[in-house]
Every structure is written in structure tokens, then in C-alpha cells.
């Protein structure tokens, strides 16, 4: 299989068209799955030239892995063929819900983290990896609220879940942050309360300060918060391949490749220092 390595950039509409004639400035790209389930059309035929190009992560939004709904049969019949059809290097969703009797919110909430919804997630988990014949990787959500009937942090409810289903995680550094302001924990904690063996990959991100909390809005450059503690995610993980989002105001191809470079820059300092 092949395996990511390195500094990605997200797949945005805006670039299609540069990226039909040229390769992409970074070492992977990643997908909205959702995007691409259609079973033609010019985004998948993009989709299916950037991946013969470099390596191609599949990040899905509406999995709802951790909703009381039965898991969509529909939505695991698409998420299947295009698996098949790309071959990515890793496929990811996040530790959330977004659905509840058969509506979706197109949200990623935060779930209580308890003993039972790490029982009820991690099963739903090993469903998805039966059927995809392959692990995943999970993603913690930036959140502005939390359960009353949450009996651990977060950290320890994704170890739980990625341990006992035996799938991976993908530590968003900036959703991280946004948490952390906004419900008053230490980030550093939380990258120390994930062992080392189960990230898989990072995200980047930006986010916006509106007083009393912040928004995880994925836009503009990443901010030196994030930067920072990226390179203490570095320092205590290792070189796990990252990927800048950038979602609102979607920048030049150019101007996101350079973002991604300076993943690359941080990480090298950062190695350097922990050597
Ligand atoms: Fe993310």
C-alpha cells in the first residue's frame, strides 16, 4: 500500500483546472470524500489525475461514526467504490456525530466522552474498517461546548476509541488549540496524553479570534499558535505527514504550496531541536 510521507495540500475546486495540467506543489493531497462520490464528472477525473501523480488521503465528513443512527448503508456503498477507485494512502473521518434520525447536520459535534460512547464508537469503527478491508484514522473535532456527563478528556476517550477499535488518529494541531482556548485545557496536555504508535497524520488549520472564543474557520495562513504547538506535535510524534486546510477564501495554488512548505520548514527546525 502505498503510504504518505511529507506536506500535503487540500483538494479545492479553485485549482482543477491547473491541476489537470500540472502536478500538485506538495508531496500529497487530500480529498473531501463526499466530494467525489458521483460516479463521473470533471472532479473525480481530477481527483483521478492528482492521484496518479502523488499520493492521495481520503478525509470524509459525514461518516457520523459516533450517532446513535444505524451506520449508512449508502453512505459505506460509495465510500467503498471510491476507495477501490483511488487507492488512497489513508482514509479518515472524524470522532463526532452529525446525524441524528436519518437528518444530517453537516456538522462534526462533539461527543460525551464516557465509557459507553467509547464502546458504542469503537464497534461502529471496526464495522467501517471490516468493510473497507483497511484501518482508519479518526479526527478530533474543534468544539465551544462539552457534555455535563463526559467523565474524561478528550485525550483519553481518543486513546480509548483508536485502542480497543484499533484504528488511527489524526491529531488536528489547530483544533487542538481552538479546544483548548475555548474550554480551558492545556494543549500541551493533550498531545502528551496520545501515545506516541496510533497518529497517523496532522492537520493545519487557521482559525479566528472572536473575543470570548475561538472559531475553527480554516482560514488564512496558519497562525504562530499553531505553528507552535505543531512543532511540540513534531518534537513528541515524529515526522507524520501533515496537511495545511485551507477552506474559506481559498488562496492561489502557489500561496497554498508555500504554506505547505513552511509545514516542511517547521518540522525540519523542530526535528533539529529535538535532536
Ligand atoms: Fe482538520
Not at 83 to 93: E, G, H, L, T, W
Amino acid at each position: 500500500m502505498i503510504r504518505l510521507r511529507g506536506h500535503g495540500i487540500g483538494l479545492r475546486a479553485r485549482h482543477y483546472g491547473q491541476l489537470l495540467d500540472r502536478a500538485p506543489p506538495a508531496d500529497f493531497v487530500e480529498a473531501i470524500s463526499e466530494n467525489f462520490f458521483a460516479k463521473g464528472g470533471r472532479p473525480l477525473a481530477v481527483l483521478e489525475k492528482v492521484r496518479r501523480d502523488v499520493p492521495v488521503a481520503l478525509h470524509g465528513v459525514s461518516l457520523s461514526i459516533g450517532s446513535t443512527d444505524p451506520l449508512s448503508e449508502d453512505y459505506l456503498r460509495a465510500l467503498c467504490t471510491l476507495v477501490n477507485r483511488i487507492d488512497p494512502a489513508v482514509v479518515s473521518d472524524h470522532f463526532c456525530w452529525g446525524s441524528h434520525g436519518g437528518r444530517y447536520a453537516h456538522d462534526l459535534w462533539p461527543l460525551p466522552y464516557t465509557e459507553d460512547t467509547i464502546i458504542h464508537v469503537a464497534a461502529r469503527v471496526a464495522t467501517v474498517q471490516d468493510r473497507l478491508r483497511r484501518r482508519i484514522l479518526l479526527e478530533n473535532v474543534s468544539s465551544y461546548v462539552g457534555f455535563q456527563a463526559s467523565t474524561m478528556p478528550e485525550w483519553e476517550f481518543v486513546t480509548a476509541v483508536a485502542q480497543r477499535a484499533g484504528c488511527g488518529v489524526l491529531l488536528d494541531i489547530n483544533n487542538i488549540y481552538v479546544s483548548a482556548k475555548n474550554q480551558g485545557f492545556e494543549p500541551r496536555d493533550y498531545l502528551n496524553g496520545i501515545p506516541r504508535d496510533v497518529v497517523g497524520q496532522f492537520h493545519l488549520a487557521g482559525h479566528t479570534d472572536k473575543g470570548n472564543y475561538l472559531l475553527d474557520s480554516h482560514i488564512g495562513p496558519v497562525p504562530e499558535s499553531v505553528w507552535n504547538l505543531y512543532a511540540a506535535a513534531v518534537q513528541r510524534f515524529g515526522p507524520v505527514p501533515a496537511l495545511v486546510e485551507w477552506d474559506e477564501e481559498v488562496p492561489a495554488l502557489e500561496v497554498l504550496a508555500a504554506e505547505a512548505q513552511r509545514a516542511a520548514d517547521v518540522e525540519a527546525a523542530a526535528l533539529r531541536e529535538a535532536a
